[in-house]
């Protein structure tokens, strides 16, 4: 991994920004393509909640020179208020240029097929005589498990088996998109290996669940159709810059998930699930290097507009990628979408909670180097004051967050993914 000191410069890269003799942009006006009515929100859960306040309290204005440059092609387009390919000509052209930077110092990161692990290599194996013994075992190992354990298990597992929706949100972005589905460019290989690497994750965690006898995999895998084909809107703008931020942010999520379900395994008494876990967290953290990296070249390249993608990617906050998830019966009986409840569980059990999302703002705070910026514009300024100071505004909110919970009262509430046993949680 590249050195943090040989990444950052101190001023932003002059090409890339207005100069006192260049003229202003030509301001394009928006094409609207579609104006339909968005769907009404369920409420949010308080750990969202908290860092939703705090996202949106002293945020800086929203960065309106991405609609002001020169675009490519027509220019930005407006969908639900939601501007699109909203990278300008001369960071397009950066981003484009990436390409010898991703194939020497990304790709490098991914492993050989012949090095990867594979589910088959935690599983019974059928094709043994004592395959009924191991599987007899395995239940016996997953007994010991809590249902609000298995709940976060399989909730993190759904997420996993949306892979077509990650793979399709990659390929969103301009600049770095796979535009045959084959092609040879570091770019287009990386997120098709990548996205070979994250199957196994899925497909393991599913064969574990299913052979536990613990979970109702048919209401896991309506969740899972209903989630991909829903899809998801992280609010990147087809926009690398912040693409590349949602990505590095929300790998090290994902580690911190699986990790934490991996300890909270092997303190039950199932190793083996242990492992599970925690080899796939283990492929989210080479993950996230490998994203952390492009960004830390954006940075080194653009300082500027990548402070300024940084900021706008955290005032919208980073939407959870399985936030559309829909087992078509929980909202019905509860009033609340399945996810919310999922992230409940997850905060209660200590898996991810709004602490988490603090602490890994201030990693890639560090990591970046924010604070020792200089040379930026008045209005990249303001967007890495407000960055720089979102971390300690979170974990107050959710300090006070988790007190109101607190004095509140529990409720029993079922998950259709444990054949509709009961949860006790706050609500």
């Given at each position: 991994?590249?050195?943090?000191?040989?990444?950052m410069?101190p001023?932003p890269c002059?090409a890339l920004?207005p100069?006192?003799?260049?003229p202003?942009?030509?301001?394009?006006?928006?094409?609207?393509?579609?104006q339909?009515?968005?769907a009404?929100?369920s409420?949010?859960?308080?750990?969202?909640?908290a860092?939703?306040?705090a996202?949106?309290?002293?945020a800086?204005?929203?960065?309106?020179?991405?609609?002001?440059e020169?675009?490519l092609?027509?220019?930005p387009t407006v969908?639900n208020?939601q501007v699109l390919?909203s990278l300008?000509k001369?960071?397009l052209a950066?981003?484009?240029?990436l390409e010898?930077?991703?194939?020497?110092r990304?790709?490098?990161?991914l492993?050989p097929?012949?090095k990867c692990w594979q589910?088959a290599?935690f599983?019974?194996?059928?094709s043994?005589g004592?395959?009924?013994?191991?599987?007899?075992?395995?239940?016996?190992?997953?007994?010991?498990?809590?249902d609000d354990?298995?709940?976060?298990?399989?909730?993190?597992?759904?997420t996993?088996?949306?892979?077509?929706?990650?793979?399709?949100?990659?390929n969103?972005?301009?600049?770095?998109?796979?535009?045959?589905?084959a092609?040879?460019?570091a770019?287009?290989?990386?997120?098709r290996e990548?996205?070979?690497?994250e199957?196994?994750?899925?497909?393991?965690?599913?064969k574990?669940?299913?052979?536990?006898?613990?979970?109702?995999m048919?209401?896991?895998?309506?969740?899972?159709?209903?989630l991909?084909?829903?899809?998801?809107?992280p609010k990147?703008e087809?926009?690398?810059?912040l693409?590349f931020?949602?990505?590095?942010?929300?790998?090290?999520a994902?580690k911190?998930s699986h990790?934490t379900t991996a300890?909270?395994?092997?303190?039950?008494?199932?190793?083996?699930?242990?492992?599970?876990?925690?080899?796939?967290?283990?492929d989210?953290?080479?993950?996230?290097?490998?994203?952390?990296?492009?960004?830390?070249e954006?940075?080194?390249?653009?300082?500027?507009?990548?402070?300024?993608?940084?900021a706008?990617?955290?005032?919208?906050?980073i939407?959870?990628?399985?936030?559309?998830?829909d087992?078509m019966v929980h909202?019905?009986r509860?009033g609340?979408?399945?996810?919310q409840d999922f992230?409940?569980?997850?905060?209660s059990?200590?898996?991810y909670t709004?602490?988490?999302y603090a602490?890994?703002?201030e990693h890639l705070?560090q990591?970046?180097?924010?604070e020792g910026?200089?040379?930026?514009s008045?209005?990249?300024?303001?967007?890495?004051?407000?960055?720089?100071k979102?971390?300690p505004?979170?974990?107050?909110?959710?300090?006070?967050?988790?007190?109101?919970?607190?004095k509140?009262?529990?409720?029993e509430v079922p998950?259709?993914?444990?054949y509709d046993?009961?949860?006790?949680?706050?609500?």
């Open positions: 991994m590249a050195g943090h000191s040989t990444i410069q001023r002059k920004l100069s006192a003799k260049a202003r942009p030509e301001r394009v006006s928006h094409r609207v393509v579609a339909v009515q968005p009404r929100p409420q949010p859960n308080r750990a969202s909640t860092v939703q306040a996202a949106i309290a002293d800086p204005p929203a960065h309106t020179s991405r609609v002001s020169k675009p092609g027509e220019g969908i208020g390919h300008s001369e960071r950066l981003v484009n240029s010898p930077y991703v194939r020497e990304v790709m490098p990161l492993k097929v012949e589910p290599d599983l019974p194996d059928p043994k004592d395959y009924l013994d191991q599987l007899a075992e395995l239940r016996k190992r997953t007994d010991c498990l809590p354990y298995f709940v976060v298990l399989v909730g993190d597992m759904i996993e088996e949306a892979l077509p929706t990650y793979m399709a949100m990659l969103t972005l301009d600049g770095v998109r796979d535009e045959t589905g092609e040879k460019t770019w287009g290989k990386w997120t990548w996205t070979a690497e199957n196994r994750h899925g497909d393991l965690m599913n574990y669940c299913m052979l536990s006898g613990r979970v109702n048919k209401a896991v895998e309506v969740t899972i159709q209903n991909i084909g829903s899809g998801m809107d990147t087809n926009n690398p810059y693409g931020i949602y990505t590095s942010f929300q790998e090290r994902t911190i990790g300890r909270h395994a092997k303190d039950y008494g199932d190793k083996v699930l242990g492992q599970i876990t925690g080899a796939i967290a283990s989210e953290g080479r993950h996230e290097s490998a994203y952390c990296r492009i960004v830390d954006l940075f080194r390249k653009d300082p500027e507009g990548t402070t300024l993608a940084f706008d990617m955290m005032k919208k906050q939407v959870m990628p399985a936030h559309m998830m087992d909202k019905g509860t609340r979408n399945i996810f992230s409940t569980v997850a905060e059990t200590g898996t709004a602490q988490d602490s890994i703002l705070i990591r970046w180097e924010l910026l200089e040379g930026l008045p209005e990249a300024q303001q967007a890495q004051e407000y960055v720089c979102l971390p505004r979170i974990r107050r909110l959710a300090d006070r967050t988790l007190m109101r919970k607190e509140g009262k529990k409720r998950f259709t993914w444990i046993r009961t949860i006790n949680m706050h609500i």
